[in-house]
Structure formats: C-alpha cells, structure tokens
C-alpha cells in the first residue's frame, strides 16, 4: 500500500543488478511512493543483468556509469537532473565487489592490486558520488543520501574479507561528508547496515547460506528481507527523517544487539 511519502521526489538509483537485489527493491518502492527516479549501473554489471527491464516496468532512463570515475558520474548526474527536470532529492548507493572474494583468496593470501580495486569500488565510489553531487550542487535542500553496509565493518566475519574494510570506509566517508552536507543545506548522509540478504552479490560469499540461517536463527525478529530494506530506505528518503544524519543505522532483526539466542543451540544441536 502507497502513502505518498515520496510525492514529488526525484532520486538516482545506484546497483540494481536484478530482481533478487535490494537496490531493485528500493527502486521500486521508490516509484510506488510517488518517487521519479532514474536507474545507474556501470556498463559491464548491465550487461550481466536485467535492469532496462526494471526502466521500462518504472518508466525510469538507465543511465550507464561507472561509479569510479568521475566522468561518468558528472554525465549521470546531470542527464539525470535533466530528464527529472531539477535537482535530486535523494540518491542510494548500492555497490559493492571484491575480486579476492570472487577468486576465493583467503584472507591471509590477499592480491593487494585486486584489494584497492575493492576498495574504489566498494567505497571510494560512494566519496565520489558525494563529492560529484556537492561540486555540481546536484542536491536540493533537505536531500537524503544512503549507502547499504553490513556489520562486518565492527565485527569480524572471516569468508567477507577485505570487503569489511570496505564497508568501514563507506561507513565514514557517511560520517565525513555527512558533516559538511549538514552545514551546507540540510542533506542529510547514513548507511543502512543490513542483515545478510539472499541477492546475487551475497550468495557469492563463501558459506553465506550456513550463515544466512545463523544470522536469522539469532535475530529475535529473523532476518530482514530485502523488500523490509526497501520500506526503510524510502522513509529514511522521506522528510519523517529530516534530523537523522552520519548514522550507522542497523536493519538487522536486532541480530547486532544480541549476544546468544537459545535457537541457535537448538540448531546445533539438531545437525549432531
């Protein structure tokens, strides 16, 4: 059910890969809210995914960039402004991959070319993004700016590697440029910290499926779903959260709060 929280809005859409991924869920939450937007990936993730089917079910131009490079960005953001006609209210940053997790590399055994890659592409892209927005005054006042992170960038979860310095990167440029969008007009900057989610990306990391059930096991309210990141996505792009800013906000079933869950040795002890 709509409630108009977006009416009149216009917002870019970074990462909708497919049908399975939050950014795609976002996306159509957005749109459903009264939103207009227009949809992004880089050119090499398009060619891997369906997204011009989602711009044509919202009616949405798909915008090709590369979100390293800062070309690409200034072309996305002002054809984008162009076709919404004015500045944007809202943006998602939904990027994220590690080539040492997709090779398998372990931890201790990291390929450190392939580690910077992770990071301008996990993190450094979401700097680039504000940075773009801030020097083309692409924000209208009161704007709301999100990235998706994950709690391995407080915690250690071995299988993520080098991507949970990514996400603790992200997390403080959030911080850093939140600052100074705060002082400048009101856009505000936070990071969605999600529970582990069944999306083409996450289902690649080693042993993710064991821990997709553990996570949902130790969670009082189970793991939230894809479509529950939508919803809280929209509101934290809606003007109910208009004082919310360089946050870490967690979307987890209250899986970051909890020391033990009794479930959790209910399930070990069914797999003796």
């Known amino acids: 059910m709509s409630h108009n929280l977006l009416a009149g809005k216009k917002g870019v859409i970074f990462g909708a890969l497919d ?37 044509e079910q919202l009616n949405a131009p798909v915008i090709p960039a590369d979100a390293t ?30 080539l040492n997790v997709r090779k398998k590399r372990d931890y201790t055994n990291l390929k450190y070319d392939w580690m910077l890659k992770t990071f301008d592409i996990s993190a450094i892209s979401f700097h680039k993004v504000m940075q773009t927005l801030w020097k083309m005054d692409a924000m209208n006042e009161n704007g709301s700016i999100l990235a998706l992170t994950y709690m391995a960038a407080q915690r250690t979860f071995p299988d993520y590697s080098e991507m949970a310095e990514s996400k603790a990167l992200l997390e403080s440029f959030a ?28 289902s690649g990391v080693k042993g993710f499926g064991d821990f997709f059930t553990y996570a949902d096991k130790m969670s009082p309210l189970g793991n939230a779903s894809a ?7 929209v509101t ?35 797999n003796k």
């Open 69 to 98: 490079s800062e070309e690409d960005l200034q072309n996305l953001f002002q054809e984008s402004m162009e076709h919404l006609g004015g500045k944007l209210d809202f943006v998602l940053h939904s990027i994220g991959m590690s």
């Open 227 to 233: 479509d529950s990141c939508a919803d809280y996505c």
């Open 175 to 202: 911080r850093s440029f939140g600052f100074h969008f705060g002082e400048k007009n009101g856009v505000r900057v936070n990071t969605i910290s999600q529970s582990p989610t069944m999306t083409t990306a996450g």
């Open 236 to 270: 934290m792009f809606s003007d109910f959260t208009r004082m919310v800013t360089m946050q870490n906000l967690y979307h987890d079933g209250g899986f970051s709060s909890m020391g033990m869950n009794p479930k959790v040795f209910e399930m070990v002890d069914e």
């Open 19 to 55: 049908e399975n991924s939050i950014a795609w869920k976002v996306a159509e939450r957005c749109v459903a809210e009264g939103a207009q937007i227009t949809l992004t990936n880089a050119p090499v993730a398009m060619r891997m995914g369906v997204i011009q089917k989602l711009g």
